[in-house]
């Protein structure tokens, strides 16, 4: 998004905040998401969060090492946020190296903890990929439902056809790497009816359909139609379609928490 918006100054500007505001609340949620597993594992509520010998316990353990992991990524990506937008050449290289940095040991602690840890090297690779993708789409989502208010109707739309080009290979990556991922997940196809987990992820494909078509209505529908005479209105009808877009994309989001933290793969169980 950010080389998307290059020529407007501002946007990028707002970007380059969105982007540290997530690393910095990313930061946060790893730091709750720890004590409230050391607090569950000495199950003594919140006083548990605090209990040394279950740090020191679970500090050694993959839950440690996926902590690492988490917080040198976001840690990486805020203080390259800093500088991803200065004057200076050399700087903005060395700015986005550490960004993309930071993005790469994110998605890898997603490998390091959970289920993945016991799928091959492929199947971990697929994680690996889903998250980048997956990561790169949802985060795009308020960037665009901000452009249709602050744009004008040719440069929302240049940026909208751009954006749709690069999302035709973002649902290819999407569906090679989550068709992977089922393969490895699933026996049969009947476990997608019989285990929880199957139900859960039948909920999850239904979400990522209904998606794909809001994505569809965009690039056929709605970005087309600001050409049009009444443009104005189409950007305020596209804006509306993304919103539901977020909505969606955060049941997904939601639902992939229930799978990967409570549910469990019949295929790996």
Known sequence: MLNLVRQQPKEAAVLRHYIA?????????????????????????VAGMFDGFMHELLWFSPIGESVLWRVAGFGL???????????????????????????????????????????NFFS????????????S????????????SVANVKELQLIMDKFGQLGIGIVALVVVSGGSLLWQFFD?????????????????????????????????ILVPSLTNQNNRIAARKLQKS???????????????????????????S
């Open 21 to 45: 505001s997530g690393a910095a609340l990313g930061l946060v949620a790893v730091a709750v998401n720890y004590l409230a597993q050391v607090g569950s594992f000495a199950g003594d509520g």
């Open 77 to 119: 990506v805020l203080l390259g946020s800093r500088l991803i937008l200065s004057t200076t050449l050399k700087i903005r290289q060395l700015a986005w190296a550490i960004v993309l940095s930071g993005t790469v040991l994110l998605a890898t602690a997603f490998s390091t903890l959970g289920h993945s840890t016991e799928l």
């Open 124 to 135: 971990q690779s697929m994680v690996f990929l889903h998250v980048v993708i997956i990561g």
């Open 137 to 148: 789409w949802v985060g795009a989502f308020y960037p665009l439902w901000r452009l249709c």
């Open 188 to 220: 049969k196809p009947s476990e997608f009816i019989t285990s929880g987990y199957g139900q859960a992820m039948l909920l999850k494909l239904s979400l990522v359909c209904v998606i794909l078509l809001i994505a569809a209505r965009h690039k056929f």
């Open 242 to 268: 993304i919103a539901l877009e977020v909505v969606v994309g955060i049941l997904i989001l939601a639902t992939t928490a229930v799978l990967s933290s409570v549910l469990g793969p019949v295929s790996l």
